[in-house]
Structure formats: structure tokens, C-alpha cells
């Protein structure tokens, strides 16, 4: 694909975009972070007037390329950079391996998000959850996949970079849950330290807050 400045639009959170924030940085690949602060904006406006097929928060534009979804963003983002290896490249039963890990912490990440827009007892459904709920077995079955590899499938893929933004989002709901599994900390560590992700995190385009405040029990608003 030709290269070329992305715009990727979303919220003032970093909520479901975080993982397409993550990916374009990982890639490497420049991109206008377009912020919604103003519902009216997104809803009275853009999401009529952009010209999407299924118009949705977060989105990508690429030129006249205008996508939505967040997990399929990530796809278009590793073609974008011509990392069609962070998808398994040519070789299909890798492609079917990252695609198989991917989807699992598709349903770790609902799960744990589920816990934080909870009405009930956020302690006791997130011990529940965590210690032998979906969330253990989930985090068990992760953990001996990577087993000692430096990569969830042996090279770096698209499944790496969703690891991390749900291991990231889980310690810092409680660091103890991904400390329980040494190898799955020591991941989230390297990923961190990695200069590009480092930059990042570093810059005007992250955004630390993972919801608003008042619309889930759990946040890390500066406040809590």
C-alpha cells in the first residue's frame, strides 16, 4: 500500500482505539489523532457527512480508504506498513494460529470489560473473574502459549500487540493479576521498552484514560 498520513478517529479515551493507537505505533506509521469531545461532532456530523459504509467510533482514514472496527483497523494497519508478516504472511496455518490467539483476547478483553461497567459487586466479580472464572483460564492458556518465546506465535504478529493492550488494561486494574505469570509481565515489560511504543507513550497522541469517569466502576482517571 502507498504510504501516506492516517487519520484515526475516536473519543478522548482509550477505550476501544487503544489497540489501533498501539498498532500504528508498533508499525510505525504517522497518524492525525482525530479527537471527539463534542458528541454533537461525531454524531450530528461526522458520521453522516465521511462517507462510511458502516459508520462507527473508532475509525481510519486513508485517503479515499474509510474503514471501521476497531480489530479489523489493525489489519488494515499491518498492510498499511507492508507487515502482511504480522498476519501470518503467506503461510496459512500461521495466519490461523494468530488469528485463533487473536480472538482470544477478543474475549479476555470483553470480559474484563464486562467487569468494569458492572452493576453489582465489582470485588467480588472481579475475584470471581480472575481467579476461576474466564479471565484465569484465558490468562492460563496465554501464559503457556508464550511460554518462555519472546512472541505469542514464535514471530511478532497482530495477537502480540492486543496481548499487550489487555495486559495493560488488567494491571492496571490490579497488577497482581498479570504479576501472577511471570512471563506475561516480563512480555508487557519488553513491549513497553520498545523505542517506538516508548515514544509514543511519551507524546500528544496517547491517551492514558481507558473510559470516562461516571461510566463505569472502574477507571484510571487522575481522580481515583
Sequence with gaps: METGKLTLGYWNIRG??????????????????KIYTNPV?????????????FPNLPYL???????????????????????????GGDDDKKFIEIEVAYYVLDDLQNEVVKLVTTKGDFQAEKEALFEKGTAKNKLDLLSKKLGEKEWLTGSASIADVF?????????????????????LADFRTRFLALPQIKA?????????LW????????NNAPSQ
Aim: hydrophobic share 40%.
Design 16 to 33: 476501544r482505539a487503544g489497540l489501533d493507537r498501539t498498532m500504528l505505533a508498533f508499525c510505525k506509521v504517522p497518524f492525525t489523532n
Design 41 to 53: 461532532d461525531w454524531f450530528g456530523k461526522d458520521k453522516q457527512e465521511i462517507g462510511f459504509d
Design 200 to 208: 509514543h507513550r511519551e507524546s500528544e497522541e496517547f491517551v492514558k
Design 61 to 87: 482514514l486513508d485517503g479515499e480508504n474509510k474503514i471501521t472496527e476497531a480489530k479489523v483497523i489493525v489489519k488494515y494497519i499491518a498492510l498499511k506498513a507492508g507487515r502482511k508478516d504480522l498476519l
Design 163 to 183: 496481548m499487550f493492550e489487555v495486559l495493560d488494561l488488567i494491571y492496571e486494574i490490579e497488577p497482581a493479576r498479570v504479576e501472577k505469570y511471570k512471563n
Design 211 to 218: 473510559f470516562y469517569p461516571g461510566m463505569t466502576v472502574w
